[in-house]
């Protein structure tokens, strides 16, 4: 563990460790590292600490966490390492229990037949993760640890936990997948009850084999409830044991995976594999190496050889040829691939034979790349014998953003299900301006077939209308109004003229000494958990609005929000400090949030939130990196002072939260009225008079 995991550790800054290894002779060597940033012993430290009286005990996800970072194989190994550990104890436990109940060395030599005989069971013969090396003896206590962290979590938390560390390390690493999206995804590649052609009836009557031909760590699949099968490729053999162990920890559902390009050796491939009853992909974008020369005679392009510049077309096509008749395919797509004139033979094609169904345009920041709006393009394998549709269902949800760069899951979930709800069972779908309508595929045949939603889409009332133009600028007044009174009072007239007095000393402590002593208590979010509680993001704490994240699936209960609790982001280095609400109490805590608990007795919630938004504060208590800034929240500081006294603190720190979400609300409806007149006179719904 380096300097900067033992301040966290202890609760303390990276000044103090560098203290105690000049002051203490007795501090561990290192035993790594470089002489500049150097690396210790974890036992040696918490050992160290605990002797010191600077540390009662390392937590047991803390002592797991450092165990990956430290594995002598890099964190990746020493994940594929403990959730194969974890599928042992999920799917045969007496084995691991008999494991578990001898000597690390013995154990060591148990594990890896074990082990072997557990990834053949649930992956079958051909998996990613290859054969189990004999496992050294010093690898024992880690996965010994895992299973403990396993018995408080459950073994699919536990895997979750350690993947999800892992990804907040490196996000410059993956491209991931947001939950919300997965679930939007996943609820379009299923049939509906009453649907046309490829319907396999109500969810779950029947089997259900989804594959993901780009899995990366297993997020859409993950997201897909009730498949009997799920096959996984990915050209990364890290990535696809990942998300193999991640997909078998989660259900007894069967799991086939492969580490391969999918489009140049497809796994899958037919005859040999049968098909599938959907595909679900998030493919690389803007691929130019993707295969064009050694491919061009492959069977899978049987609406046409895609473009040197069009790889995401031979996506299409590569989970079209994998689909049962019926099947469905959702493909997360660039809006260049809905627009390019090197791809509108193809495109044509897909239409006039019924493949291409449905086009959505989601709302910028929904995905990486987050500046542009991604498009999902819903394809289904065509019959012989059926007709093809007649309409293309296209739907354009950035009016249902939840601000910039914010998708709004719930709106934009809601809203695209009910549309393609109402094209499957084919009845009629009435026009929404601005949002949906179903084009008459002859309209879109043109010298360009541009299958942009926003193109053919009819406009929407400019600002809702006079009628909500009046009630929005009503509104604004009375915010305006409000804002006004909230204002805080200025200094005294003569206090510039006065001397200016040194600012007052008072005793500090921080969150980490508190938490230790029992005056708070801390939590650190995930997004997921059981249950249909919506999630409080770090937009929504930064821009002052209600939960609007969609809860992942996990097996654990999620961390609910209550009131009085304070809710921190981690990254960012904006200084931000929210104080949980009853509108906002029972929210599941999102990742990238620590949750503050104060004892009632001990601290004032409103006092504890001012203190931690203070610039200086967050400076001290903040880690850069390459690309972002990490909040520890435990070097926080704040005076130590009685509850009375905090209560004066506290109620001018609450009336400036007043003030600020006053300002925000009166922002945020001056940008909505501004919009519509603009918009309302260039279309003649508003008159200049």
């Not at 002052?544 to 961390?559: C, I, K, N, V, Y």
Request: proline share 9%.
């Amino acid at each position: 563990m380096t300097a900067a995991e033992i301040a966290r550790l202890a609760g303390v800054g990276r000044a103090a460790v560098s203290n105690w290894r000049r002051r203490h002779a007795d501090f561990p060597r290192p035993v790594g590292g470089t002489e500049t940033s150097p690396s210790f012993a974890l036992a040696q430290v918490t050992d160290w600490l605990r002797a010191q009286g600077k540390l009662a005990e390392v937590p047991l996800r803390e002592r797991v966490w450092q165990y990956v970072t430290a594995h002598h194989g890099g964190s990746v190994a020493a994940l594929v390492k403990a959730g194969s550990a974890l599928l042992l104890v999920r799917d045969r436990p007496r084995e691991w229990l008999e494991a578990a109940a001898v000597s690390d060395e013995r154990m060591a030599t148990l594990l890896a037949p074990a082990l072997d005989r557990v990834l053949a069971l649930r992956f079958g013969p051909a998996h990613p993760l290859g054969a189990t090396a004999p496992l050294p003896a010093a690898s024992v206590p880690f996965l010994r640890a895992a299973a403990e962290l396993a018995a408080e979590l459950g073994t699919r938390g536990a895997f979750e936990f350690l993947l999800g560390r892992h990804l907040e390390a490196n996000p410059r690493q993956y491209t991931l997948t947001p939950d919300g999206l997965a679930l939007l995804m996943a609820a379009l590649a299923r049939p509906h009850p009453g649907a046309g052609t490829g319907s396999t009836g109500a969810a779950g009557a029947a089997p259900f084999t989804v594959l993901d031909p780009a899995c990366g760590t297993g997020t859409l699949l993950r997201a897909v409830p009730g498949a009997t099968t799920r096959y996984a490729q990915d050209s990364s053999p890290e990535l696809a044991s990942l998300a193999a162990l991640r997909l078998a920890l989660q259900s007894d559902a069967p799991v086939r995976a492969a580490a391969a390009d999918s489009l140049r050796a497809d796994a899958f491939a037919r005859p040999a594999a049968e098909p599938v009853d959907a595909v679900l992909c998030h493919p690389p974008f803007n691929e130019r190496n993707w295969g064009h020369e050694e491919l061009a005679y492959d069977p899978r392009w049987e609406y046409g050889l895609p473009a040197r510049a069009e790889s995401e077309l031979a996506w299409v096509q590569h989970a079209l040829a994998h689909l049962r008749e019926g099947g469905t395919a959702v493909l997360l797509m660039p809006p260049a691939a809905a627009a390019r004139r090197s791809g509108r033979r193809i495109r044509a094609d897909l239409l006039r034979r019924g493949a291409l169904r449905a086009v959505v345009a989601l709302p910028a920041g929904a995905a990486p790349p987050y500046g542009i709006p991604l498009h999902l393009w819903v394809l289904r394998k065509p019959a012989p014998q059926a007709a093809p549709p007649s309409g293309l269902l296209l739907v354009d949800t950035a009016a249902l953003a939840d601000g910039p760069g914010r998708a709004g899951w719930a709106a934009v979930h809601s809203a695209v299900e009910e549309a393609w709800t109402a094209y499957e069972r084919g009845g009629p779908a009435p026009d929404v301006p601005g949002v949906r309508r179903v084009v008459p595929v002859v309209d879109l045949l043109d010298d360009d077939v541009d299958l942009t939603p926003a193109r053919h889409l009819p406009p929407p009332a400019a600002g809702g209308g006079l009628a909500e133009l009046t009630a929005v600028r009503d509104r604004l007044d009375s915010t305006l109004t409000r804002a006004a009174r909230l204002t805080p009072p200025a200094p005294p007239a003569d206090a510039k003229d006065r001397p200016a007095a040194a600012p007052a000393r008072l005793p500090l402590t921080t969150v980490g000494e508190l938490a230790r002593a029992g005056a708070l208590l801390l939590y650190t979010g995930t997004g997921s958990g059981a249950g249909r509680a919506p999630v409080l993001t770090e937009y929504d704490v930064s821009a002052g609005t209600g939960p609007s994240g969609t809860l992942a699936a996990a097996a654990e209960q999620p961390l609910l929000t209550a009131p009085g609790d304070v809710v921190v982001p981690l990254t960012g280095g904006a200084g931000v400090a929210r104080v949980v609400d009853a509108a906002t109490a029972g929210a599941a805590l999102g990742r990238g949030l620590q949750l503050l608990r104060p004892d009632p007795a001990a601290l004032d919630p409103w006092f504890l939130a001012g203190f931690l938004r203070a610039t200086a504060n967050n400076r001290r208590a903040s880690s850069h990196a390459s690309t972002t800034t990490r909040l520890d929240v435990r070097r926080l500081e704040l005076p130590r002072l009685p509850r009375t006294e905090q209560e004066v603190y506290g109620a001018r720190f609450r009336a400036l939260a007043e003030f600020e979400d006053a300002l925000r609300l009166a922002a945020r409806l001056g940008e909505q009225l501004v919009q519509g007149l603009y918009d309302g006179l260039s279309d003649g719904t508003v008159r200049p008079d």
